[in-house]
């Protein structure tokens, strides 16, 4: 019985942990680490305290961001747009399609993750001289809510700026938690990151686009057409190869040996290359993590930033 009792409370962990959407809380984990870089080259210098509360912020973003990854599935599917044969539920676990979790559960975990993430900025705010961490929250908690709300961004064909808005507010918010200090500084530098992020939410629009235009998801592709957005995704991968090298020089430079995976990507996500989606997906996953790798080894090293 008692292997039993393991068993199932083994299973259920795993289904909570899916439901999450566990791949896409790297970017929250890779916006973390930038701050938590940015904050020590230009403030703190490299501690173990530092580190830790970069590893801190990272647990808490996570939180924040499978929070809303939990409740865009809980709308979706109330409003019937998640239902079988969606893009969403064939190329990813869902929480109620492929997991068993009621809608009623779905929102509740969903409320629970924020409020676990939300008991980590209150925790944070008894560091020394951070008293601006609860304004992080306070910005923060529409754009994580109003993104699948029914009137909020992803149906309005924004909700690629409330990602990069996102992005931004977790890369200075790490930061400032981890230093105390605030500019316009870690605000340039988190552009990168943010953006990069910005092109895997729209890369997924882009996939969804016949899914979303026949069910009434007004995301940014079905308003303003494939070809448009073609460009603009080409555009954010391409701004955020070069940035660094303008940015961060000398060693920005190192994530211009991205450039070849992130041209084939994007090629891949145009339309232009045909592969297997499993393959697409897999290719600019890899994209994404080189990118990000490079940017922070490139802050990480001597004489990077003025």
């Not at 008293?131 to 910005?139: D, E, H, R």
């Not at 953006?195 to 235009?213: F, G, H, P």
Request: glycine share 10%; net charge positive; hydrophobic share 55%.
């Amino acid at each position: 019985m008692g292997v039993g009792l393991k068993g199932g409370l083994r299973e259920g962990l795993r289904r909570y942990f899916l439901a999450t959407r566990p791949c896409a809380l790297l970017s929250s984990i890779s916006l973390a680490l930038t701050g938590g870089v940015i904050a020590m080259r230009l403030y703190t210098g490299f501690t173990i305290a530092g580190a830790a509360v970069t590893l801190v912020a990272a647990v808490g973003l996570s939180l924040f961001l499978a929070a809303e990854n939990v409740f865009d599935d809980y709308l979706d599917t109330l409003r019937g747009v998640d239902m079988p044969g969606a893009p969403r539920i064939t190329y990813n676990p869902h929480g109620f399609y492929s997991l068993g979790m009621s809608v009623g559960q779905l929102r509740n975990y969903s409320l629970a993750l924020f409020g676990a993430g939300s008991a980590i900025v209150a925790l944070a705010t008894f560091l020394p001289n951070r008293p601006l961490l609860p304004l992080f929250l306070a910005l923060g908690s529409p754009l994580l809510f109003l993104y699948p709300a029914p009137r909020g961004f992803k149906y309005g064909g924004v909700g690629e700026i409330d990602v990069l808005l996102m992005g931004i507010l977790m890369v200075v918010g790490t930061a400032y938690a981890v230093s105390g200090a605030l500019s316009l500084r870690e605000v340039a530098l988190s552009l990168p990151p943010s953006i990069i992020t910005t092109s895997v939410l729209l890369a997924d629009n882009m996939r969804d686009y016949k899914w979303d235009k026949a069910h009434g998801v007004r995301t940014l592709p079905v308003r303003v057409g494939m070809r448009a957005t073609s460009a603009l995704y080409a555009a954010l991968v391409f701004t955020s190869l070069l940035l660094p090298a303008f940015m961060v020089w000398p060693w920005g430079l190192l994530s211009l040996a991205v450039a070849p995976m992130a041209i084939y990507s994007t090629l891949i996500v145009v339309g232009v290359v045909r592969v297997q989606l499993s393959t697409a997906v897999k290719f600019r996953f890899y994209t994404v993590l080189a990118l990000t790798v490079t940017y922070l080894v490139a802050l990480s090293l001597p004489r990077a930033l003025p």
